[in-house]
């Protein structure tokens, strides 16, 4: 190294090859990227978003929300759950007594423990979730056996790991899930909860919203900081508005006002409520949960 | 005085406006820098501070806070150090002085506008690349024209065998124009789509976070271990066997394990982090070998001692980042308080303790003033390494702990979060120290460059005043 033209060199080499193994490859790979199906349906995926849920993403980055919130879900793999969902004329009692004969056999050793743990605090409430993140192998063997004995059950394929337990996504987030973001937000950080699927969580704007205003209020000592520079007070006209916020005694505008969210505030709430990552991909796969009652918001 | 001391302080002159114009930028962003940390911080002491004042939300604060340290301090005083390093090795002195003197104002006022726009909610969004389009432009030029100077420079040297420091630090130069102008033009000009953004930014951030830094800051070192423990370097082929290694394997960490992108990238990544140890190990056996056996002798050195531990610093933090690339520990501490704590440790351990060194050192001859309080800035050694370590070891412990939780699904999330406010609140003090020796280093930065000025003015007042006599005599 006596020049210094092969200095140049040394990281003319280096960072180009850095630069088309992180740079040029991905955009050739990934580029083109189109929409995908939906795993067993013609659906495309992902839907793009409106404008005013699209401008919500701009209110999100111009506030820093990825500081604190990951919008990445991750698994460790994929497991089946065998879900009971129909015992015919049986009792509950005769049908924890079956499943403890089964758990004697040698088949289904692997899975006894997790099975009469599952079982122990049952009171016959139907559809039970019987085995879970169990091997197909495992699952296959138990929904024969139910079904020769004349049970009704169902194999679900379901992704499995800590953030699927803590009810954060139905599966990890594929490069699909944000093809038409920009920027793209997935955040380093889990200060606060991941948002990848919360508007599945929380599909109420009006929840969003008075979570965005007083955090403290919604969840008990919250370190979220609120927002309320994104909302105004107004003198109310006759009626509330609508979207005004119902807000607890120590937080309400003097009588006579009402805190409404600005139009910030709205298409923010807009963007939470439409990220959704709820179907299964091919790369991605799952058994989508049969469509049940809206749930209720939990804070 | 003998020709090789009158030409060390020609060359010292040379640089003396455009290290001054680079410096005393540099010292008051870090105390920007660590306003605006304490100010994100005291959200998790109370939350609802700034409920309603958008400029100081934590989202806002913090982003700003990380990038006026990175853009404010790091890289004008890396390219500083790096200018005189390459001035003085070359053996020639700077010419058009003016030029980078030009273009260190353009850089600081560049972070200027990239602040505010933070702080306005014009971020980009993009982590380590938040400044808008406003501010990226004037930082490019301005990197553009201080590097070409350098290069100017080091092409010039009379001196034509090339050292270790040297190869550093061109190559540093050369590497910030490319990851910038790459990152600026497919995220923010014309973005390219979905989450190949994400790659882009994480290949940058890299880049720039490890990869520069680390170029700049072991170039110093090793041009400044050997010269303070007055002996020749020895480790030639050595310190090349760790330049090499950094610049290949280090380019290719930064891709975080289970992202949402093709498997192969985060493979790669965690291949290439497996073997930074290689590079790590090589810089710091050549670090050993040239202060072995004076490490005792010099530890009342001021500089040699921020430069030292900086070295250390930089170890444990490349062993950090390769612990968050390695699948099986990056389970638990991915998406924690760790991820921030090395960043911390390599922005501020590692770089900003060198280059405390390095600048306590080179201003003093440059400018041809004597530091204003020596006393303080010794001081200022252990109360910015006991920050940094106050800092950085309850982020590290508090991620470690908050990423074991996050793996137990029974234990709620608001639990998590409860337990880990007390390092936060730890970390808090180590925030503290580190503002209080900042302090400490802009006021002997600020007292240097107020003492030049002052004799600047002392000669041109009389300039002034010399022919006004000689007419008076006359009239």
């Not at chain 2, 990152?183 to 951030?205: D, E, H, K, M, S």
């Not at chain 2, 004799?455 to 007042?461: E, G, H, M, R």
Request: proline fraction near 7%; hydrophobic fraction near 50%; glycine fraction near 8%.
């Amino acid at each position: 190294m006596k020049n210094g033209f092969r200095i140049f060199l040394a990281a003319l080499v280096a960072l180009g090859f850095s630069w088309c193994a992180f740079v040029l490859a991905p955009v050739l790979q990934l580029g083109a990227e189109k929409q995908t199906t939906v795993l067993n349906s013609s659906d495309l995926y992902p839907v793009q978003r409106g404008d005013f849920a699209a401008q919500g993403l701009q209110v999100y980055r111009a506030n820093g929300c990825a500081a604190c919130h990951t919008a990445q879900v991750q698994q460790d793999g994929v497991g089946c759950d065998v879900v009971l969902t129909g015992m015919g004329t049986n009792q509950p009692a005769d049908f924890k007594a079956f499943m403890k004969s089964l758990c004697e056999l040698p088949d289904l050793q692997n899975c006894s423990d997790s099975l009469s743990k599952n079982l122990a605090a049952w009171n016959g409430a139907l559809p039970k979730i019987l085995l879970h993140g169990a091997r197909e192998a495992d699952a296959g063997k138990l929904a024969d056996k139910l079904s020769a004995a004349g049970l009704k059950s169902e194999v679900r394929i379901v992704a499995t790991g800590p953030d699927i337990a803590r009810d954060w996504g139905l599966r990890h987030s594929v490069a699909e899930d944000f093809l038409w973001d920009d920027p793209v937000q997935l955040g380093s950080v889990r200060i606060g909860p991941d948002l990848a699927n919360v508007g599945a969580r929380f599909p109420d704007a009006r929840w969003q919203l008075l979570h965005l205003y007083a955090p403290q209020v919604v969840v008990k000592g919250s370190t979220m900081p609120p927002f309320r520079y994104l909302f105004k007070m107004e003198k109310t006209r006759g009626e509330p508005a609508p979207d005004a916020l119902k807000l607890p005694r120590e937080l309400a505008p003097p009588s006579g006002y009402e805190v409404v969210p600005t139009d910030q505030a709205r298409e923010l709430a807009a963007y939470l409520l439409s990220l959704r990552a709820e179907v299964p991909l091919h790369d991605a796969p799952f058994t989508p949960p049969a469509p049940a009652p809206a749930r209720p918001n939990k804070p | 005085m003998n020709e090789i001391e009158k030409l060390d302080s020609e060359i010292d002159a040379s640089c003396r406006v455009s290290l001054l114009a680079l410096f005393v930028g540099a010292a008051f962003w870090l105390v920007v820098a660590s306003v605006l940390g304490l100010i994100a911080s005291l959200n998790f002491h109370m939350p609802e501070a700034f409920a309603n004042c958008p400029w100081l939300t934590y989202g806002r604060v913090q982003p700003a806070a990380d990038d006026a340290l990175l853009y404010g301090f790091c890289i004008p005083a890396g390219l500083g150090v790096a200018l005189w390093l390459l001035a003085r090795s070359g053996r020639t002195p700077v010419r058009g002085a003016l030029v980078p003197f030009v273009a260190a104002h353009l850089w600081h006022l560049g972070v200027l506008v990239g602040l505010i726009g933070i702080l306005a909610g014009y971020s980009t969004g993009f982590r380590w690349l938040e400044f808008p389009r406003g501010a990226s432009s004037p930082l490019f030029y301005a990197y553009l024209l201080l590097a070409l100077w350098a290069m100017m420079t080091f092409g010039a040297r009379r001196e034509r065998a090339t050292s270790p420091p040297q190869w550093f630090l061109v190559a540093a130069l050369f590497w910030f124009p490319w990851i910038y102008s790459t990152a600026n033009l497919l995220l923010v000009a014309w973005p390219v789509r979905g989450v190949t953004q994400a790659v882009v930014a994480w290949w940058f951030g890299d880049n720039l976070l490890f990869v520069w830094l680390a170029l700049v800051g072991v170039g110093a070192a090793f041009y400044f271990l050997p010269k303070f423990c007055e002996r020749p370097p020895q480790t030639f082929y050595l310190a090349l066997f760790a330049f090499w290694t950094l610049v290949l394997f280090g380019s290719l960490c930064g891709i975080p394990q289970g992202a949402p992108v093709p498997a192969w990238l985060p493979v790669a990544s965690s291949v290439a982090a497996a073997l930074l140890l290689v590079p790590l190990l090589a810089v710091v056996i050549v670090a050993w070998r040239a202060v072995r056996g004076s490490v005792l002798s010099k530890w009342d050195h001021g500089p040699f001692c921020f430069v030292g531990a900086g070295v250390v610093c930089f170890f444990l933090s490349g062993l950090m980042w390769m612990a968050l690339a390695c699948p099986e520990i990056c389970r638990v501490t991915e998406f924690t308080w760790f991820v921030p704590a090395q960043a911390q440790l390599q922005l501020y351990g590692f770089f900003a303790l060198t280059m405390f060194g390095a600048i306590y050192h080179i201003l003093p001859r440059s400018a041809g003033f004597e530091l204003p309080f020596p006393k303080l800035a010794r001081a200022q050694f252990w109360i910015s390494l006991s920050g940094v370590a106050l800092l950085v070891a309850p982020l590290a412990i508090g991620g470690v702990a908050q990423g074991r939780q996050l793996q137990n699904p029974g234990i709620s999330f608001a639990v998590i979060s409860n337990s880990t406010l007390p390092f936060l609140r730890v970390s808090t003090t180590g925030q503290l120290l580190l503002l209080l020796g900042n302090l400490i280093f802009v006021l002997n930065v600020f007292g240097l460059a107020s003492a030049w000025k002052r004799s600047v003015l002392k000669k041109a007042l009389a300039l002034v005043k010399a022919p006004l006599e000689t007419a008076e005599v006359q009239a």
